[in-house]
């Protein structure tokens, strides 16, 4: 299929500059916001951007900020307030027909809130008489187990902690969080593998490598300060390579804002030298090809493997039983493009592989990951500098909070560590993650749900069904910046309770604190918010915490809740006598700028797993498992001749007025089966919609379905056409989103792609990966059917 230019300026420079300076205008945060970027990032003092977990670099940059989080820090730093009056002119029924995009903009939560049924609207409450409400709820229930206590990665380690020791004294390890949603499979399978789900490099590695290849990730997108070091390695004469189903711009060139060069005079870094454009999917087979060809003609580090690893015989006895027929099916590239790659690798001195959620959310996400790590294994590619592997996170603190102990399945020397410190038993039994924990609400099984940050019924699967199983529960707690989706479906109780952002100052009876996160490569830093709380109502998610657990276990708990809130550092010295790493936690995150490196044992050959060594996996879903879903799809949608797309009748008419369209549907027949995956537009972050203008990709709406435009050729289509996307669920029901808008993207063939958390009802809560149970929001096999050909819808798309 032939490249497409879809965007032909680089990455970044006087575009990205300008947008977030709009996007500060519109927020009405100019002021609040400007002051809030020169101090992000920044050491001693300074507020650790909420946008992502890249890590700082040593050098002390005036401005270390990228477009996406100037458009976080604009979002939490605008001036505007959804306050009392507000909420009094809305109900919420009428708030719930509103977009993302528009609950984006209504402005920062400003004092606690109550749902009035009788009024259906949002009212203020007094903090005290929600404490009571939440004590009294929580009291009511049967079991612990009733309630579901969800995290987002933009709480800091201090309240983390704190969060997860009230949640486990209140008798439960219900404690889902992103993580399940997004590198859970990477927690999984680099623990199994190398004892630790987390990165093994450091950020001066990326100064050292080779040769990087990155695997399903976009970061001119979802994380750009990243380019900067892409480019920097680059030009160290670093080999570059991304493999991607979409052929995104962004990673062609990078202007950086840093370099008076690029912005003046128009110049650019190169980022990646070519892109592995693989199918939907295609992952583990392209992986296994590489395997394959390296341990024939063993091109292996045969001193490393035996002396540090485990299980290559069964890898390889399964590596030589794979096709090169079944490899080029499964990936979608040609057997001689794979060797080339392989040889590539096989060269490297020293090789990085680094991923994003493009790797974990398929079904065969684990899958994925083994087969990353399997690759570094076998080249020797664990413990030595300018190597390893850099999965790639999103919000800042979701590795943190992991550390902090957020995890519905923690290990049992965290559980033993908690009892020795505060000297009273932790509940045992593994808890319910995302996906286990919407299908026990779904059941009514849960009656209470506790949201510290997030927005859990537009971020996980089946977003409808859990916003109605919302309305079923006795209590929701919602502690959050801003209004969001979640927050419109109320149950009996439903209360907000409005915390201190990131970007303001947190001053209690002890004097002003810091926190700390834990960014993408175990660096633990400092963070501290410059700007005047938006209100003097709001509370630090840490004394939210407090206030509660006070409230429900008494003034007299032997544990020091309020003296926890008040002062961090006390909160700091629990964490070093309960959490492995953080000794001498106080001393040492102030003794130097950039804070400390948590240890990480695989860095050091260490192996703190089963075998006591680097383990080998061998993949549990067949290499051509999409191909083959795709097939049988294909099969049953020829084969069922009454196949029908439930759509409104609007479009039903104008389908049945098109003689064309109906002539061009039976054309397209023979492929109605692709494979769908979603992605983010760099005018979101996470499920925030800040915008609709997406510059890569050149479409301002997100209504959008993405195709090749040589595959719209062929099936007779063209831009601007609107499609209809369907798919079969696990129980064989059938879900439907559009009508969408077809637009042309450079993607691989058979694939097609549109926005998250708009696709979300496409997903089912029984699509994930076996292990991890991560959803299957990359990778899904669905039908489309043309709908309507109006050359006008063309135009403005």
Known sequence: ????????????????????????????????????????????????????????????????VCETGIKVIASEAMSTRADAQFFAKHTVKELQGWSGYELEHIGRLSEPLYYDAAQDHYIPISWQDAYARIAKQLQKLDSPDEALFYTSGRITNEPAFMFQLFVRCFGTNNLPDCSNMCHEPTSVMLGKQLGIGKATVVLEDFEQAKLIIMFGQNPATNHPRMLEMLAHAHKQGCRILSVNPMREQGLKAFRNPQKPSHMVAGKSDAVVDDVIQIQIGGDAALLTGMAKWLTKNNKMNTDFIEQHTSGLEALDTWLRQQSWADVERGCGISKEEIINLARLVADSPATICTWGMGITQHVQGDDNVAMITNLLLLMGMIGIDGAGASPVRGHSNVQGDRTMGIHERPKQSLLDSLERVFERPMPQEDGLDVIAGAKAMIDGKIKAFVSMGGNYAVAAPDSSAIQQALTNNQLNIFVATKLNETMLYPGVDNLILPCVGRTERLITAKGEQFATIEDSMCQIVATQGRLDPISNTLKSEAQIIADIATQLFGAESSIPWQAMAEDFNVTRDYIAQAIEGFEDFNQRIRAADRGFHLYHPARHRQWNTESGKAQFEVPKYPITYVASQMTERTAKFAADSKQKIDINSDINNAQNNSTSNSQNNTQASEQAVWQLTSVRSHDQFNTMIFGFQDRYRQTDRRDVLFMHPDEMSRLGWQKGDTVMVSRQDSKDQQRTLGPLILTEMDIAANAVATYYPECNDLIDLDTHAPDSKIPAYKSLTVVLQRVSADTRLADSA
């Open 1 to 64: 299929m032939r490249k497409i230019p879809v965007y032909t300026h680089p990455a970044a420079g006087w575009p990205a500059l300008i947008a977030s300076t709009r996007k500060l205008m519109d927020y009405s945060a100019f002021l609040r916001g400007s002051l809030s970027v020169l101090s992000s990032n920044q050491p001693k003092g300074g507020f650790d951007c909420p946008g992502c977990a890249w890590p700082d670099h040593k050098s002390h940059k005036a401005l270390d």
